[in-house]
């Protein structure tokens, strides 16, 4: 299976802080990496597809990109609504993985 | 707008057998391109990928679960399904269905409310 390592596990920040969400994937993935929100009691909602593509009416200050294994979930500006948790997700080969997940909290 | 809802068994007790079904609504089930997943997420734990399905029968399977596992299809209801026997604590999650563009790379772009199974005896 493919291992997704994420990190951090939670972190805290302020309204309008940029954010940095990181995964590191144990082998090559193309580009089949994906980031999810999830809020208590709500589905999941994808944020970012095929590593770096926003899906469709999701805000532009979320982006994803790349370096080889290592993928990165950016929030340019948090907004009050993106306290939630975050998981990085592999579907280049089955059985699909997800990181642990990162918890944004308020500062 | 496509719409999926799950429905079924919320409270078990240990070696009972887990039964949900995924309702689609808006749209058809028969799309190429298109897989259609389980997924769970026990408390306090991460997401976890359960198996999937197309429309014209394939299914592929979690291994760590792939003993106790059938997920099905019903076109002409436009639904799928789980069934997970032999069910322990370890079971006891918030079980999701997705419409999974993964075959495209487009990720898992709707999902259902969830669904709470507790097993307990």
């Known amino acids: 299976d493919v291992q997704m390592t994420q990190s951090p596990s939670s972190l805290s920040a302020s309204v309008g802080d940029r954010v940095t969400i990181s995964c590191r994937a144990s082998q090559s993935l193309s580009t089949y990496l994906n980031w999810y929100q999830v809020k208590p009691g709500k589905a999941p909602r994808v944020l970012i597809y095929g590593t770096t593509n926003l899906q469709s009416g999701v805000p532009s200050r979320f982006s994803g990109t790349s370096s080889g294994t290592d993928f990165t979930l950016t929030i340019s500006g948090l907004q009050p609504e993106d306290f939630a948790t975050y998981f990085c997700q592999q579907t280049y080969s089955t059985p699909y993985t997800f990181g642990q997940g990162t918890n944004v909290e308020i500062k | 707008q496509l719409q999926l809802q799950e429905s079924g068994s919320g409270l078990l007790k240990p070696s009972q057998t887990l039964s949900l079904t995924c309702t689609v609504s808006g749209g058809s089930i028969s799309t190429d391109g298109y897989a259609w997943s389980w997924i769970r997420h026990p408390p306090g734990k991460g997401l976890e990928w359960i198996g999937y399905i197309f429309y014209r029968g394939s299914a592929y399977y979690n291994p760590s679960l792939e003993t106790r596992l059938t997920i099905s299809l019903d076109r002409s209801k436009n639904q799928f399904s789980l069934r997970l026997t032999s069910v322990t604590a370890a079971d006891t999650a918030v079980y999701y269905c997705?419409?999974?563009?993964?075959?495209?790379?487009?990720?898992?772009?709707?999902w259902g409310q969830g669904t709470t199974v507790t097993v307990s005896s």
């Open positions: 997705a419409r999974d563009g993964s075959p495209q790379n487009y990720g898992m772009d709707v």
